[in-house]
């Protein structure tokens, strides 16, 4: 797949990386900073090409004519829009995808059409990564929480620990914990190396673990896999930017929010879009005021400003003056690594958060959903199996008649509103949504020549 | 430094590059030349130290670093240079010394094409067709091959790609994935190698010869099959015919995929370096056609414009065919095509010298100090096209260029104390430097004259010339090998 990038900042920089690194794609990468194109073309095997984004005659130099996909990624989202359209009336570009940041035009009605700003597909970092945040609150002590088809189905993922009540048994065993709903371990990663569990699998303290369940069943397997944690009430929000504002307008109804920001103009400004939640206007590095702020009875602190040492700072000092847990923001993988291990409970990665989406596009069949893992090792994968059982390799075949790729697991199948949990003797479907877990993500192509249909059927 | 990537590499690259000696194999059964061991032992000498080199290493799975690229590329080369000598040294029918089969193999691979063989014409044809291979090998350069066949190399690829090609800016890629380009580049080498053969098979030379000589026009090498080289055919046809690929082949291969990609000839002439290099190719010729004329060298003046144009595109172009011997040509005219040999081809393209590009942005360099002390206060980008060049490539170009001339002085001096006259001395390292191959004097028609000691500085100016100097020197710099 021939993909245009347009802007090489972290976000289409991470892009970059993880659509390269596919052996099937071919990337260019289009930004005005020559320094930063040469800093990245020395570590990605792609093109790069210096000019201005939405340029016509720049966007052929980069080879606009042929891309099967343009990317728009940069800051200003009308960069990206007016992008998306000389692709669109310049080159036919059949794919078309922008990141667009300001609700204000996420909101509009009727603007993304084709005879308007022909974009396919908008991207919206900061709401991607508020909602990811959002879902961790709301579930305490998971790690991750994914969704598929539209929410109904939650890939979640946890540490065990010493309070689960599956803890140290078979999994086998789980069934008779809880009678009378489903779930499915779809993975355990135990000291990071990846291990497909069946049932004679025994859960240790300190796996991390992954599994699935409809969403009403998700606090009750939680409860069995480490000690269960109160709902969240209290939370602390250090940075008053896009995200932090977003999370605070999400969270000011239901929790107890603070918002601290340090420059009294945005904070002015903060606080009248809020209605509940409290603004302090301060350094959330700040001893004094988190003190003063009983730091000590918070439930979560999330760090989301743009400095991303800054945030790893702050959260370190409000875990060690109380706070019950706590969260940064990190784009950086080696930094994200070095605090994980340490006192700051999550790391939250936008790079991985929203490469997932981009993903979704980039893949052949009919992929809707795509999540990426563990900084990128691991995939989650929602694929509708289409065609009938003749031209499919998957349609009207038991999970354990299907030639999987090591490493991959069917988890779950969404059958219009019914979810299944996935057994080896479960078959499949026309127009069923699958959802696989891939430890492996090199598995890539031979998972995705398995859900596209014969030619018969084309 | 990473050793063990920097061994698999260089281990899986001579295994490959070992496969090479089995065409000539095929050549000498085909023709009963009864020369075809020495091929045989020289494929198992390298496969062996290539499967010795790799074999305790193959798992290392780390990625290339930009020095370890450096060092890949160098040590390739040089490794190379002193492998392919194999079979030559090999062989009982030549009984080359040591220096002489790596004199002769280093001057093919880096497209010299000086020789210390003499009676070519009697030779085995295996050895020949070696020879004219080396060349063809060396002239899109080995590793850019390597990097098109063996896509595991990945981003580290792209180290190795930058190190062999020559030219000011090397991260201009034709494709995103870098064994795209590198195939890209070897598939436009091939299609003009075909078209060369066909084209002097139709003016009248047999099919080996014709395979041969297009092998080393294509690379801009300069080895023949005879003692007379072009001369031998006497036919204007296959001069007209070397000129146009020899002329072909010397411009950027970017312009000719980008002409192959959209069916055009348009950009040929908006490019500020093509057309430079058209520039100095018709004033080298044009100035050394009237000097024949002048000076009456040929009663005839057909004659005349062939030879002086062939002599003229040949040598400036770095080829070093020749069809009658320029050196003893009266007045300027031998020294005249020397300096023009410095210039040599385009960046990009197989030919040798310090590249019409580098020349260029020196010219405008001055050109702009002029008009600088007019105008003082004025703000005078250099400018290639429409478009301003970045100060790190002037300074790169700068650099490029008094390192060229230190390198050629030390050369220089070292030639002559080896007993050489100044004449011959400053043509041998030329010849070597620009990779060209003849050169005046004692050197006019081949190194067999020369003691070892010039031979073996030969073989450095070559190996310097074709890596462009820097990727070598980086080498012997204590930074580099800093931790």
Same mark, same amino acid.
């Given at each position: 797949?021939?993909?245009?990038?347009?802007?090489?900042?972290?976000?289409?920089?991470?892009?970059?990386?993880?659509?390269?690194?596919?052996?099937?794609?071919?990337?260019?990468?289009?930004?005005?900073?020559?320094?930063?194109?040469?800093?990245?073309?020395?570590?990605?095997?792609?093109?790069?090409?210096?000019?201005?984004?939405?340029?016509?005659?720049?966007?052929?130099?980069?080879?606009?004519?042929?891309?099967?996909?343009?990317?728009?990624?940069?800051?200003?989202?009308?960069?990206?829009?007016?992008?998306?359209?000389?692709?669109?009336?310049?080159?036919?570009?059949?794919?078309?995808?922008?990141?667009?940041?300001?609700?204000?035009?996420?909101?509009?009605?009727?603007?993304?059409?084709?005879?308007?700003?022909?974009?396919?597909?908008?991207?919206?970092?900061?709401?991607?990564?508020?909602?990811?945040?959002?879902?961790?609150?709301?579930?305490?002590?998971?790690?991750?929480?994914?969704?598929?088809?539209?929410?109904?189905?939650?890939?979640?993922?946890?540490?065990?620990?010493?309070?689960?009540?599956?803890?140290? $048994?078979?999994?086998?065993?789980?069934?008779?914990?809880?009678?009378?709903?489903?779930?499915?371990?779809?993975?355990?990663?135990?000291?990071?190396?990846?291990?497909?569990?069946?049932?004679?699998?025994?859960?240790?303290?300190?796996?991390?673990?992954?599994?699935?369940?409809?969403?009403?069943?998700?606090?009750?397997?939680?409860?069995?896999?480490?000690?269960?944690?109160?709902?969240?009430?209290?939370?602390?929000?250090?940075?008053?930017?896009?995200?932090?504002?977003?999370?605070?307008?999400?969270?000011? $109804?239901?929790?107890?929010?603070?918002?601290?920001?340090?420059?009294?103009?945005?904070?002015?400004?903060?606080?009248?879009?809020?209605?509940?939640?409290?603004?302090?206007?301060?350094?959330?590095?700040?001893?004094?005021?988190?003190?003063?702020?009983?730091?000590?009875?918070?439930?979560?602190?999330?760090?989301?400003?743009?400095?991303?040492?800054?945030?790893?700072?702050?959260?370190?000092?409000?875990?060690?003056?109380?706070?019950?847990?706590?969260?940064?923001?990190?784009?950086?993988?080696?930094?994200?690594?070095?605090?994980?291990?340490?006192?700051?409970?999550?790391?939250?990665?936008?790079?991985?958060?929203?490469?997932?989406?981009?993903?979704?596009?980039?893949?052949?069949?009919?992929?809707?959903?795509?999540?990426?893992?563990?900084?990128?090792?691991?995939?989650?994968?929602?694929?509708?199996?289409?065609?009938?059982?003749?031209?499919?390799?998957?349609?009207?075949?038991?999970?354990?008649?299907?030639?999987?790729?090591?490493?991959?697991?069917?988890?779950?199948?969404?059958?219009?509103?019914?979810?299944?949990?996935?057994?080896?003797?479960?078959?499949?479907?026309?127009?069923?949504?699958?959802?696989?877990?891939?430890?492996?993500?090199?598995?890539?192509?031979?998972?995705?020549?398995?859900? $596209?249909?014969?030619?018969?059927?084309? | 430094?990473?050793?063990?990537?920097?061994?698999?590499?260089?281990?899986?690259?001579?295994?490959?590059?070992?496969?090479?000696?089995?065409?000539?194999?095929?050549?000498?059964?085909?023709?009963?030349?009864?020369?075809?061991?020495?091929?045989?032992?020289?494929?198992?000498?390298?496969?062996?130290? @290539?499967?010795?080199?790799?074999?305790?290493?193959?798992?290392?799975?780390?990625?290339?670093?930009?020095?370890?690229?450096?060092?890949?590329?160098?040590?390739? /080369?040089?490794?190379?240079?002193?492998?392919?000598?194999?079979?030559?040294?090999? *062989?009982?029918?030549? *009984?080359?010394?040591?220096? #002489?089969?790596?004199?002769?193999?280093?001057?093919?691979?880096?497209?010299?094409?000086?020789?210390?063989?003499?009676?070519?014409?009697?030779?085995?044809?295996?050895?020949?067709?070696?020879?004219?291979?080396?060349?063809?090998?060396?002239?899109?350069?080995?590793?850019?091959?390597?990097?098109?066949?063996?896509?595991?190399?990945?981003? @580290?690829?792209?180290?190795?790609?930058?190190?062999?090609?020559?030219?000011?800016?090397?991260?201009?890629?034709?494709?995103?994935?870098?064994?795209?380009?590198?195939?890209?580049?070897?598939?436009?080498?091939?299609?003009?190698?075909?078209?060369?053969?066909?084209?002097?098979?139709?003016?009248?030379?047999? /099919?080996?010869?014709?395979?041969?000589?297009?092998?080393?026009?294509?690379?801009?090498?300069?080895?023949?099959?005879?003692?007379?080289?072009?001369?031998?055919?006497?036919?204007?046809?296959?001069?007209?015919?070397?000129?146009?690929?020899?002329?072909?082949?010397?411009?950027?291969?970017?312009?000719?995929?980008?002409?192959?990609?959209?069916?055009? =000839?348009?950009?040929?002439?908006?490019?500020?370096?093509?057309?430079?290099?058209?520039?100095?190719?018709? =004033?080298?010729?044009?100035?050394?056609?009237?000097?024949?004329?002048?000076?009456?060298?040929?009663?005839?003046?057909?004659?005349?414009?062939?030879? @002086?144009?062939?002599?003229?595109? *040949?040598?400036?172009?770095?080829?070093?065919?020749?069809?009658? #011997?320029?050196?003893?040509?009266?007045?300027?005219?031998?020294?005249?095509?020397?300096?023009?040999?410095?210039? @040599?081809?385009?960046?990009?393209?197989?030919?040798?010298?310090?590249?019409?590009?580098?020349?260029?942005?020196?010219?405008?360099?001055?050109?702009?100090?002029?008009?600088?002390?007019?105008?003082?206060?004025?703000?005078?980008?250099?400018?290639?096209?429409?478009?301003?060049?970045?100060?790190?490539?002037?300074?790169?170009? /700068?650099?490029?260029?008094?390192?060229?001339?230190?390198?050629?002085?030390?050369?220089?001096?070292?030639?002559? *104390?080896?007993?050489?006259?100044?004449?011959?001395?400053?043509?041998?390292?030329?010849?070597?430097?620009?990779?060209?191959?003849?050169?005046?004097?004692?050197?006019?028609?081949?190194?067999?004259?020369?003691?070892?000691?010039?031979?073996?500085?030969?073989?450095?100016?070559?190996?310097?010339?074709?890596?462009?100097?820097?990727?070598?020197?980086?080498?012997?710099?204590?930074?580099? /090998?800093?931790?």
């Amino acid at each position: 797949m021939k993909i245009l990038i347009l802007g090489a900042g972290q976000v289409g920089s991470s892009a970059a990386y993880h659509l390269s690194r596919e052996e099937a794609n071919e990337v260019t990468v289009v930004d005005r900073r020559p320094e930063v194109l040469r800093e990245l073309q020395d570590r990605l095997d792609i093109r790069t090409v210096v000019g201005h984004a939405a340029y016509p005659d720049v966007l052929e130099r980069a080879g606009a004519k042929d891309a099967d996909i343009v990317v728009a990624l940069t800051d200003m989202d009308e960069t990206n829009m007016v992008a998306c359209q000389v692709a669109y009336t310049g080159f036919r570009t059949p794919t078309k995808i922008a990141r667009i940041r300001s609700a204000e035009y996420m909101n509009a009605n009727k603007l993304f059409t084709q005879d308007a700003i022909p974009i396919d597909v908008r991207i919206s970092p900061e709401q991607l990564v508020c909602s990811y945040v959002e879902q961790l609150i709301l579930y305490p002590g998971s790690s991750q929480v994914l969704e598929f088809a539209d929410g109904r189905v939650r890939l979640v993922g946890v540490k065990a620990d010493r309070d689960g009540l599956l803890v140290g $048994q078979r999994l086998a065993t789980l069934k008779d914990h809880i009678p009378n709903t489903e779930a499915r371990i779809a993975a355990i990663y135990r000291q990071g190396k990846a291990m497909l569990p069946d049932g004679d699998t025994v859960i240790q303290e300190g796996d991390e673990v992954f599994f699935i369940a409809d969403r009403k069943d998700i606090r009750v397997f939680m409860s069995e896999m480490r000690r269960l944690e109160d709902p969240v009430r209290r939370v602390a929000i250090a940075g008053g930017g896009n995200i932090g504002v977003r999370l605070a307008l999400a969270l000011e $109804q239901t929790n107890q929010v603070k918002i601290i920001e340090r420059d009294p103009g945005r904070a002015r400004d903060i606080s009248e879009q809020l209605n509940k939640a409290i603004v302090l206007v301060g350094d959330a590095a700040d001893e004094e005021l988190l003190l003063e702020e009983n730091i000590d009875s918070v439930d979560v602190f999330c760090a989301l400003t743009n400095s991303e040492e800054a945030n790893i700072l702050s959260s370190m000092l409000s875990k060690r003056l109380g706070a019950h847990k706590v969260m940064a923001l990190i784009n950086r993988a080696s930094y994200v690594d070095l605090v994980e291990s340490g006192s700051i409970d999550i790391a939250i990665s936008p790079q991985q958060v929203t490469i997932g989406s981009l993903l979704a596009h980039v893949r052949r069949g009919d992929v809707v959903k795509v999540h990426s893992l563990r900084r990128g090792a691991a995939e989650a994968m929602e694929a509708i199996a289409h065609g009938n059982e003749e031209n499919s390799n998957v349609v009207g075949r038991a999970i354990e008649d299907i030639e999987l790729p090591k490493g991959t697991a069917i988890i779950a199948i969404v059958r219009g509103d019914q979810v299944i949990i996935a057994h080896h003797d479960t078959v499949i479907e026309a127009d069923d949504h699958v959802i696989l877990f891939m430890t492996d993500r090199r598995k890539i192509e031979r998972l995705e020549t398995l859900f $596209q249909v014969g030619v018969s059927f084309v | 430094m990473n050793w063990t990537v920097v061994q698999r590499i260089l281990g899986l690259l001579l295994m490959v590059f070992s496969l090479t000696m089995l065409p000539p194999v095929a050549f000498s059964l085909y023709y009963d030349d009864h020369s075809w061991l020495p091929f045989v032992e020289g494929f198992g000498l390298t496969l062996a130290a @290539g499967f010795i080199c790799w074999l305790p290493v193959h798992r290392s799975k780390k990625d290339l670093r930009l020095r370890d690229g450096f060092l890949v590329v160098a040590a390739f /080369w040089t490794v190379l240079g002193t492998f392919g000598a194999a079979p030559l040294y090999f *062989s009982d029918g030549l *009984s080359l010394s040591i220096t #002489d089969a790596i004199f002769e193999s280093m001057s093919g691979l880096t497209t010299t094409g000086a020789t210390v063989l003499t009676g070519l014409d009697e030779l085995p044809v295996s050895i020949l067709y070696y020879r004219q291979q080396l060349q063809w090998l060396g002239g899109m350069g080995i590793i850019v091959l390597a990097v098109a066949v063996l896509p595991m190399l990945g981003v @580290g690829g792209m180290q190795l790609y930058r190190a062999e090609t020559p030219g000011p800016v090397k991260d201009t890629k034709l494709t995103p994935r870098i064994t795209e380009t590198a195939k890209a580049l070897w598939y436009v080498y091939l299609a003009f190698t075909i078209t060369c053969m066909l084209g002097y098979r139709l003016a009248g030379m047999g /099919w080996f010869d014709a395979l041969c000589h297009a092998f080393s026009t294509v690379a801009i090498g300069g080895f023949s099959t005879h003692e007379l080289s072009i001369g031998y055919f006497n036919s204007p046809a296959i001069d007209l015919i070397a000129v146009f690929f020899m002329f072909v082949a010397g411009i950027n291969f970017s312009l000719h995929f980008f002409a192959w990609r959209y069916v055009s =000839v348009k950009h040929y002439f908006q490019d500020p370096e093509f057309r430079a290099y058209g520039f100095v190719l018709i =004033v080298v010729s044009t100035i050394v056609i009237a000097s024949l004329y002048i000076y009456q060298v040929f009663a005839d003046p057909g004659l005349t414009f062939i030879n @002086g144009l062939f002599q003229a595109v *040949s040598i400036a172009t770095t080829t070093g065919f020749t069809t009658v #011997d320029f050196s003893v040509w009266p007045a300027a005219i031998p020294a005249l095509l020397i300096f023009a040999s410095f210039i @040599g081809g385009s960046a990009g393209s197989t030919a040798g010298g310090i590249k019409v590009i580098r020349c260029l942005l020196v010219y405008k360099q001055g050109v702009r100090e002029i008009v600088r002390l007019v105008h003082p206060s004025a703000e005078i980008p250099v400018k290639l096209g429409n478009k301003a060049v970045g100060s790190r490539v002037v300074d790169a170009v /700068w650099g490029f260029f008094s390192v060229y001339i230190i390198v050629f002085g030390v050369m220089l001096l070292a030639m002559m *104390s080896t007993g050489l006259d100044q004449v011959t001395a400053f043509s041998a390292v030329a010849a070597s430097l620009n990779n060209l191959g003849p050169g005046l004097g004692d050197v006019s028609s081949g190194f067999h004259t020369v003691s070892d000691t010039a031979k073996w500085i030969a073989v450095a100016g070559m190996l310097l010339g074709r890596l462009e100097i820097f990727t070598l020197l980086v080498l012997i710099t204590p930074t580099f /090998w800093r931790h």
